[in-house]
Structures are given as C-alpha cells and as structure tokens.
C-alpha cells in the first residue's frame, strides 16, 4: 500500500559506503585505461583497415620487427668478447713457492734440477695463457664465446677461448706435455694442484658497459616515414610492410606522450571523465532505485558488470586483442533486465558504453552500435525461461549491428568498394557469444544471489521431486496450490507483476503440511483430528506448517524468493478459526494472541501480496453454500477488503488501483472455474 513516509534519517555511514564504491570502481577502470592518448587503432596482418585514410602527421622511423631485432642482436652477441681481470701476481707467488718448496721439499722428490726447471716454464706458459675456473670456461664455450680480452694493466689483448685453460687442463697439459723426457709419476708426486689457481677473473662491470655501447650503436630502423606521407586507406589490407609502419607509429606516438606532465594531464582527464559517468549513475539509483543501495547483491551485479567490460575493452585495445566488436556488450542489459529491470539495464549499458568509448579511436561508431544492439536486446528479451529466446536475441542483436553499421557506412563513404567486410563477421561472433548469456546467468546467480526466471520455470515443473512428493502425500493441498497459482498468476500479469515469480511461490508455499497432512481439511478423509485437541494446539499445528515449510525448503536448496512467499502468504495473520472459537467459548477473557499468529512476516512485494490474497481467496471459495456471480464476488470483496484492513500490505509497493484491478480478476477466475450460471426466478401462484 503507499503511505506517506518520514524522510530518512542522513547517516555517515551510508554516505561513506556509498564514497568507497565510487572511489573503487573510479580507481579500478581507470588504471586499466590505456594512457597513450595518441593511437588507438586496431589493426591485424592480412585483415582490412577499417578507419579512414591514416596520413602521417610527423617524421618517424619504421622499427624493426621484434623477431628480427632478437635475431641480430643475437648474431652481434654471438661474437662479443666478454672482458676478465688478469691478475699477475698469482703467476709470480706460485713460481716463488715453487723454488721454495724445491729447498725444502721436492729436492728428494725430483730426480734432477731439469725437473723443477720444466714445472717452472710450464706453469708459466699455462699463467700467460690463462686459467680460468671450471665454471666460467663451461659458460663460454655453453655461450659459443670464440675469444676474450684479457685486460693487462691498462691494455686489452684478445686471447682465444680455445688456448685458455681451467685448472684440470692446465695440470693435465703440464703433466703430458714432454712424456719423453720427463715421467708423469714422478711429476705427480709433486701435488701440481697446489701450484695451478686461476688468475683471470670475469669483469662484469667492464663487460656490460661494451655490451651496452655495442647494443647502442644498433640500429632499430630500417626506414623512414615522413610527415604528410599516406600510410594506409580504409578497406586496404594490412601487410607485413604496413603492419611495420603501423606499429612504428604506435611506439613513436606512445614515447611521445610519456612525459610526466602529458601523463598526469591525461589521468586527471581520464579520473574526471569516469568520475562523471559513474556519480550520474550512482544519483540514478539514489533517485529511483533506493533499494539497490540496500541489497548487496543488486549493487554488487551492477557494478561489476561495469567494471568488467570497462576492463576488458580496455586491455583488448591496449594490448591489440582481437577486434572489441566481438566482445558482447549486449550480455550487460541482458542479464541486468532479467534480475532487475529495463530502465536500470538501459542505464547501465549507456554508461559503460560511454566510459569503454574513450579507449577508441573513433568512439561515437561504437556508441551507436553497442547502443541500438542494447535496446534490442533488452525489448527482446524481457523475460528468460526458455532457450529460443535467446537465440531469437542473438538474431535481433546480429541484424541491428548490421543494419546500423551498414546506414552509417553510407552516410560516411561514398564508394561502396570501402565497405568494411570483416566488421559484418565480428557481428556473427559477438552474436555467437552472446548465447553464452545462458549459462553465464547460473553463475550470477550462484555469486549474487538471484534467481532468475529460467530457475522458477524448473522448479515450477511438477514432475520435480518435492512436488511429485507433494502430490503423492498431500494431494488436497497440492490442488489448492495449483489453483491459487493459477490465480495469481493470472492477477500478476495484470498489474504487471512477476508472473512466473508468483506461480512458482504458489506451488510452493504450503510444502510445510506435508509433515501433518491430516490436519489439513483438504486433505481429510471423514476423521478430523482436531476434536481431540484444544484450539491453542490445533492453532500451533496449523502454524506450523509454515516452520516445517522452511526447513523443506532449506533441505531442498529452494531460493530465498520462494522461501518468502512460504513465511508471507499468512503474514502475521491468526488462525482465525481456532481463535474465534476460543473467544466464543471463553467471553470476557482474552487469549494469548501469540499462541494464534503466524510468526510472519507481512508482505513486503508486490507478488507476496497477490499470493496471500489468492490464497485467501481459494481456500474460502472452497466453503461456499452456491456458486453466483453474486456470491463470489462478494466473498472476494470481503476477504480482501478484511486483509487491507488488519494492514497486511501496509509494507508492500502495491495500489488500492492494483488491488482493484486483483480483485476483478480473482472473481472473474473463480466464476470460470466454478461454472457459474445466473439465479432462474420463481414461479408465482
């Protein structure tokens, strides 16, 4: 019912819940944005141009192909000389120690001075050489080094990997060189470990410097291209060549925009620009959809379906991912009309759309395409319970793309020759994706907690367990559940309410008498077992089928919309029966009215409140004396004229128009079903 309402009280924590869902969603669409701010076209080897004519507005060279560059600077690394330290000492203090341990030592080792002279001259020889470690000879010749420099002092001297040594091969040489004239065994006694160490040492600091100066002195360009010159045509295809060009551009228009001041001017452009979009949104809800900001799940849904395709379209043309045309924009006011409605599915579309437009090159084509496919989509696709439907959208949506795309193509060129084929197969794709639509609503409904309509029409259907069950034990009650279904889904379609909403809480919302089916009159055969209670207990067993309503509801994973109409098709009603009976048989006292109500809650939608009418109704209808036109409407007219009395929709967004239009219908249902014929007249004597 519409009561007037005292304005709500402001509250700092609303106002900063609401500052911090702005202040996310800002934050992350814009630091997805690309921030070249110079080129924004999408182009692919061997696929048409589909901008206008690209001239060239400043001198730039034409950049090597990555692959190209790897492979050169591969082939110029090949042959680089890395740079080691020679360290002469270690030559001078090994030949010293040498002599000395000969004094002291290897004097009765040797069998001559011959001997000590040859280890002398070897182990200079291999010192002049070089000794490398083990390791780092590995890694040259693993590297295919040829040479190296061998820094003395302040020269350089190229030196060939292959005459340098590591400590094994130096005392492998010094031992085989002459067998003739000196005995290795001999020479082994000799520990020739403890005179070989290496004394070149890698000079990394060195080294790199000369590979960078070399890696400097390379060219990246092969070619040049001046300014005024043409690149390309719309509707040429993109070559090799072109391509080249075409990324030289890129890089070129990228580097010329990455001063910081060009940068922090463009993010302050792109934080306004979000901003504005995202704070109109965001006073759309305030003003006419309130309630979202009150349930999570429906502000979460909009939000990120904002973010996500702001994301995505933004990365696809930063990184060049395909063609953004066959991204479904159109999945958005889908999936936003069948959970919530058209005018925040229309909304939210257009304010993507416009944030997702500024990562484009030419945006107001892509505004009018995304645009028009929306609002087919959502005036085609008003309710999902069926696959067709969504093929039949996808149809819609493929031809809309076609036939806007084709009048703007001849508004802006004037030869026909132009036109842009390959635009028409990314429409095909994105209707393609677009039947994804039915598989994607499972999963919203799982992370946010909808239930849509595709749901209720399953779970509508009577050959599902919980229902069969129900048909089986309770079959009195399984009819009435049928019959007020129909009824008020009929009274739904006629207010525009949820139909399929209201039919499938219907056929679920007295579930709870299966566990006491006998205290049911509809499912009594001659016994009544409440003779034999007091109407306290017969009023809690019959209250009680709303609890135990509950729990099957909970054991069968029912959606919370269902589990509404089981807790509001009685509200906080009593048990009328039981209550007026005790009164009449206690005057003067008054009962514990506890022990008579319903736990509740009222209605608080509109579809609630058609289902507790029709509830009423039926089960009422069932006890009338005769069957006329003037007997039901009357009974209509007074059972719910009792409920708007006792204000059970006093929380609900339903009319005394709405109820008026329920009302009409219920009676004309019930006259139907009832056959009703009119009153013949007595005859007078």
Known sequence: MSYFKTKKKFSFRDLLYKALIFAGTVTVIVYFLPRDGKFNYQFDIDKPWKYGQLMATFDFPIYKDDQVVKREQDSILARFQPYFQLDKTIEKDIIKKLRDDYQTDLRGVLPSTDYIRYLERKLSEVYRAGILSTESLAKLHKDSTSAIMIIDDKLANQQSADKLYSVKDAYNYILTADTLHYRPEILRQCSLNEYIFPNLTYDEQRTETAKKEILDNYSWANGIVLSGQKIIDRGEIVSQETYNILESLRKESIKRSESIGQKRLMLVGQ?????????????????FRKDYYERKGRLSLLFTLIMFYCVVTALMVENNIFNVYILPYAVLPIIIRVFLDSRTAFLTQAVTILICSICLRYPHEFILLQLSAGLVAIFSLRELSQRSQLFRTAFLVILTYAAVYFAFELITENDLSKINGSMYTYFIINGVLLLFTYPLLFLVEKTFGFTSNVTLVELSNINNSLLRRMSETVPGTFQHSMQVANLAAEAANSIDAKSQLVRTGALYHDIGKMENPVFFTE?????????????????????????????????????????????????????????????????????????????????????????????????????????????????????????????????????????????????????????TRISYPELKK
């Open 271 to 287: 934080i306004l620009y979000v901003s504005i979009f995202i704070l109109c949104f965001m006073l759309y809800l305030e003003l």
């Open 523 to 675: 499912n009594q055969s001659g016994v009544n077992p409440h003779k034999n209670l007091s109407y306290e207990q017969s009023a809690q067993v019959v209250i009680s089928h709303v609890t135990d309503g509950i729990k099957l509801a909970e054991k069968n994973n029912l959606p919370k919309v269902i589990k509404d109409f089981i807790t509001t098709h009685h509200g906080r009603g009593k048990t009328k029966y039981f209550y007026i009976s005790w009164k009449n048989e206690h005057p003067g006292e008054e009962p514990n009215d506890e022990l008579f109500t319903y736990p509740g809650p009222n209605p608080f939608t509109k579809e609630q409140a058609i289902l507790m009418m029709a509830d009423a109704v039926e089960a009422a209808s069932r006890s009338l004396p005769e069957y006329t036109e003037e007997s039901i409407s009357s009974l209509v007219d007074k059972i719910i004229d009792s409920q708007v009395a006792e204000g059970y929709f006093k929380e609900c967004p339903i009319t005394f128009k709405d109820i008026a239009t329920i009302k009409s219908v219920f009676k004309e249902k019930l006259k139907t079903i009832y056959h």
